[in-house]
């Protein structure tokens, strides 16, 4: 069974940058990996997900342009480059894994489609 351990977060102003780091024990290159977050009294989102299949990527909205995510297989370790914080990216960022060979990457990430989480790893944007 896979392990997920996010770090990274931490306080940032806004305009600043964080990188998270999602380490994943068990973990084989074909697995794809997504990033999700969820602010106190809002739904979790979808933020941005690597396929293990062929690598694809995809970024919600509030994401494209400032996030990029990457994944080092040799170190099981998925990344969340963030740069241009915006306050409205306060959440707790978790990362998640599966593998499938018949769900899109898009539909993973905006569905939620992932069977092991992380504890989660706190973001806080504010002046």
């Known amino acids: 069974q896979l392990q997920l351990v996010e770090s990274g977060g931490g306080l940032v102003q806004p305009g600043g940058s964080l990188r998270l780091s999602c380490v994943a024990s068990?973990?084989?290159?074909?697995?794809?990996i997504g990033w999700f977050r969820q602010a106190p009294g809002k739904e979790r989102e979808g933020v941005s997900c690597?396929?293990?299949?062929?690598?694809?990527?995809y970024y919600a909205d509030s994401a494209k342009g400032r996030f990029t995510i990457s994944r080092d297989n040799a170190k099981n370790t998925v990344y969340l480059q963030m740069d241009s914080l915006k306050l409205e990216d306060t959440a707790v960022y978790y990362c998640?894994?599966?593998?499938?060979?018949?769900?899109?990457?898009?539909?993973?990430?905006?569905?939620?489609?992932?069977?092991?989480w992380g504890q989660g790893t706190q973001v806080t944007v504010s002046s």
């Open positions: 068990g973990f084989t290159s074909d697995y794809s």
């Open positions: 998640a894994a599966d593998r499938t060979d018949v769900i899109t990457i898009r539909s993973m990430c905006v569905w939620g489609l992932f069977g092991s």
């Open positions: 690597i396929s293990g299949r062929d690598g694809s990527t």
